[in-house]
């Protein structure tokens, strides 16, 4: 299943941003969602599809599986990649994967022996 957030505001001070959740093909603008305020300090903002991924399992999963029954309608969404700043997605919808296994790609320090 594929979902799309928004992100409406971003409050560096207190390192939270305010996001909707929707799915890809909701009934409804996903600014008819409810928002919900995450820390961002917890999430892997290493590039764009690590944030993608760590922003829907800590909150975005749940809030999509709340919609899931209701009947299919488009909404318009954009792929990002690549570098990432927070700032910069204030007020896009952004499309991205529901994760629904536990496997994830671990980012490690080289070790030399």
Known sequence: MKAIYK????????TQIVVRFARLN???SINNYEPVAIDYSKLDYH????FNQS????AGNSQ?????QKESSKNIAEKISGDFDISSLVGRVIECKVDI???????M?????
Do not use: C
Not at 7 to 14: A, R, V, Y
Not at 47 to 50: R, T, V
Not at 101 to 107: D, G
Not at 109 to 113: A, T, Y
């Open 26 to 28: 909701a009934p409804e």
């Open 101 to 107: 296994s536990r496997r994830t790609i671990l980012r």
């Open 47 to 50: 590039d764009a599809e690590s």
């Open 64 to 68: 999509v599986k709340k919609h899931e």
């Open 55 to 58: 922003l829907m399992r800590h």
């Open 7 to 14: 992100i409406d505001e971003h409050l560096p001070e207190t």
């Open 109 to 113: 320090n080289r070790v030399n022996l």
